[in-house]
Antibody, heavy 119, light 110 residues
Framework: QVQLQESGPGLVKPSETLSLTCAVS?????????WGWIRQPPGKGLEWIGC???????YYNPSLRSRVTISVDASKNQFSLKLSSVTAADTAMYYC????????????WGQGTLVTVSS | QSALTQPASVSGSPGQSITISCTGT?????????VSWYQQHPGKAPKLMIY???KRPSGVSNRFSGSKSDNTASLTISGLQAEDEADYYC??????????FGGGTKLTVL
């Protein structure tokens, strides 16, 4: 089954750009799925950030669209998230995940990585 | 986009059945049969329990079932067990080609 592992800085300063990578194993990123990011602030619910298809097409949460870029690197079998101009409100557990066509389900999740925005 | 509406908490005794509702609009829950449900234990990543309103992934207990009526989807857990105590989230595809989650429901097994 698909295995996902997030990596990136656990601490980001306000106004800077949050950058995370998700390494995919046991599955080729070019074989299908949308590859997405979902976050969860401490003690709160899940928020879909967006996703990318293996061909490069992207879909974003309208509330974050102006600050988000999700991209795929098929040669490294990984995909990435960049969130610019971060504030304390962006502090959250960030999960990478596989998303089915029509966003029918989020099938596989990474273990998550906690990103704190603080100076 | 506003989150789908779920009750903040539900509870039940072992062996009983409980139902968690998830209310949206005709632009999401009511417009598509693309509702899914997730179980999340503390400190863990969510786990897919139901997709396409009522389908169970391989390995998920048949005690979990899903349904939908108009703009409201429901997750029913029968024969409650202590291990079912967790947070549950619904999600739906939307007419804007986005994914939206519910606010989450904390299930307590008494």
């Amino acid at each position: 089954q698909v295995q996902l592992q997030e990596s990136g800085p656990g601490l980001v300063k306000p106004s800077e750009t949050l950058s995370l990578t998700c390494a995919v194993s046991a599955y080729s990123i070019s074989s299908g799925y949308y590859w997405g990011w979902i976050r969860q602030p401490p003690g709160k619910g899940l928020e879909w950030i967006g996703c990318v298809y293996h061909t490069g097409g992207t879909y974003y949460n309208p509330s974050l669209r102006s600050r988000v870029t999700i991209s795929v690197d098929a040669s490294k079998n990984q995909f990435s998230l960049k969130l610019s101009s971060v504030t304390a409100a962006d502090t959250a557990m960030y999960y990478c995940a596989t998303i089915q066509l029509w966003f029918r389900s989020v099938d596989y999740w990474g273990q998550g990585t906690l990103v704190t925005v603080s100076s | 986009q506003s989150a789908l509406t779920q009750p903040a908490s539900v509870s039940g005794s072992p062996g009983q059945s409980i139902t968690i509702s998830c209310t949206g609009t005709s632009s999401d829950v009511g417009g598509y049969n693309y509702v899914s449900w997730y179980q999340q234990h503390p400190g863990k990543a969510p786990k897919l329990m139901i997709y396409d309103v009522s389908k169970r992934p391989s390995g998920v207990s048949n005690r979990f079932s899903g349904s939908k009526s108009d703009n409201t989807a429901s997750l029913t857990i029968s024969g409650l067990q202590a291990e079912d105590e967790a947070d549950y989230y619904c999600s739906s595809y939307t007419s804007s080609s986005t994914l939206i989650f519910g606010g989450g429901t904390k299930l307590t097994v008494l």
